[in-house]
């Protein structure tokens, strides 16, 4: 069973950065790809960076040209750095992780952007 950690979230104003980090139980390189959720109150989680095992990195349109989402295998670590942060992007942060069909999910960190 793999387990995923996040930390990085917290309050920050409007057009602040944060850095979120997702750290594996297992190697990350086994998963089929990984990826950062957020879930706002009242709303559905929504995609919000995915990467490969391969390398091949996708961003929802909210998220392109200001979220970057990077990997370090060494440290089983999955990371998202957030720039130039809205109040729209308050949301509770998830890491997924999806291997062989079995998909897993961290408890989520949150991310509060103040107006």
């Known amino acids: 069973q793999v387990q995923l950690v996040e930390s990085g979230g917290g309050l920050v104003q409007t057009g602040g950065s944060l850095r979120l980090s997702c750290t594996t139980s297992?190697?990350?390189?086994?998963?089929?790809?990984m990826a950062w959720y957020r879930q706002a109150p009242g709303k559905q989680r929504e995609l919000v960076a995915t990467?490969?095992?391969?390398?091949?990195?996708n961003y929802a349109d909210s998220a392109k040209a200001r979220f970057t989402i990077t990997r370090d295998g060494g440290k089983r670590m999955v990371f998202l750095q957030m720039n130039s942060l809205k109040p729209e992007d308050t949301a509770l942060y998830y890491c997924?992780?999806?291997?062989?069909?079995?998909?897993?999910w961290g408890q989520g960190t949150q991310v509060t952007v103040s107006s």
């Open positions: 997924h992780g999806s291997q062989l069909g079995s998909v897993y």
């Open positions: 297992g190697s990350i390189w086994s998963m089929d790809f």
């Open positions: 990467i490969t095992r391969g390398g091949t990195i």
